[in-house]
């Protein structure tokens, strides 16, 4: 591991979401911790995307902005994570990139299981280009991302766009998705004992996600059968994390299915590391990020 992510495995909590009501308050405790980010260069609104149920997003327009935006869904195994916890995240993704980016407040599991939060965020994505004039970017420069659950979510957001018609996605920006309910891949299987996010956490994870839904491709993306289609992706894997497999495997065959990727591994890291600010392999992380959504979204 890391030496400079190794050091800060002891502050972080011992989370096993069996009880996520709880896990949230704890969640949003390390957010809030985070150092914060220069907004200065920005102008940040909440709006509500009408739906059913409405869904809250906070929209972050660069002064710089280049016409690109991301519709971007926030970590947190589906059942932790909010506006307020992805803020960091969303506000440096915006400032680097000189992308807008649309922060995507989704329903969380347990209480609202699959398809919930996919529905939540087609809604906002049809809403951004439907709207894209009103917003300042052009409704053919529309991506879609996310860390964790919430990349895993905009996979499966992909998928469904490609199959019902929705708005054309120019780029699919994937950091450690969760794709795969299934956790048969050797690190799924082995990593039980990784920092922030093991096997049986993530087994809780689709639990509450799942609940007695059958598992489609659209909650699942592994699961698809054809990949074909669809945009091109980013995938960014971290050494010691289970989705590590899962997600190497979907670059692989997003690959062979004619789908032009970039794929990351990041050695020495592991799941959600790249909070730990301080590390310089985060730092690269996080710029590599933002620089890969800026070249996707030039014109």
């Keep these: 591991m890391d030496p400079e992510l190794e050091a800060f495995i002891p502050l972080f909590p011992r989370v096993d979401l069996t009880d996520p009501v709880t896990e949230r308050k704890s969640f949003a405790g390390l957010a809030a911790r985070l150092p914060p980010a220069d907004t200065a260069g920005m102008e940040i609104a909440d709006r509500t995307v009408p739906a059913d149920p409405d869904v809250p997003v906070r929209i972050y327009h660069p002064h710089q902005a280049h016409g690109g935006v991301i519709v971007w869904l926030h970590g947190g195994g589906f059942v932790m994570g909010d506006l307020d916890s992805e803020h960091p995240w969303a506000a440096r993704i915006a400032e680097a990139s000189g992308a807008v980016v649309i922060s995507v407040g989704y329903r969380l599991a347990p209480e609202h299981p699959f398809p919930a939060a996919l529905d939540d965020a087609f809604a906002v994505l049809n809403w951004t280009a439907e709207h894209a004039a009103e917003l300042g970017i052009a409704p053919e420069r529309i991506a879609v991302g996310g860390h964790s659950a919430g990349a895993g979510l905009a996979a499966g957001l992909a998928l469904r766009a490609r199959d019902q018609q929705g708005p054309p996605i120019r780029y699919q920006l994937l950091n450690q998705p969760q794709l795969d309910d299934r956790q048969e891949t050797w690190s799924q299987r ?45 995938l960014a894997t971290a050494e010691l994390c289970p989705n590590r497999d899962e997600d190497i495997t979907y670059a692989l065959r997003l690959l062979q299915a004619g789908v032009s990727v970039e794929l990351h591994q990041w050695p020495g890291t592991f799941h959600g590391s790249q909070a730990i600010l301080s590390a310089e392999v985060s730092q690269r992380q996080i710029a590599e990020l933002a620089a890969v959504l800026r070249r996707a979204l030039a014109e």
């Design 190 to 234: 082995n990593f039980t004992g990784t920092p922030w996010m093991n096997r049986d956490k993530v087994t809780a994870s689709w639990r509450h996600y799942l609940a007695s839904a059958t598992a489609t491709p659209y909650a699942a993306p592994a699961r698809a059968t054809d990949l074909s289609g669809l945009p091109p992706a980013y």
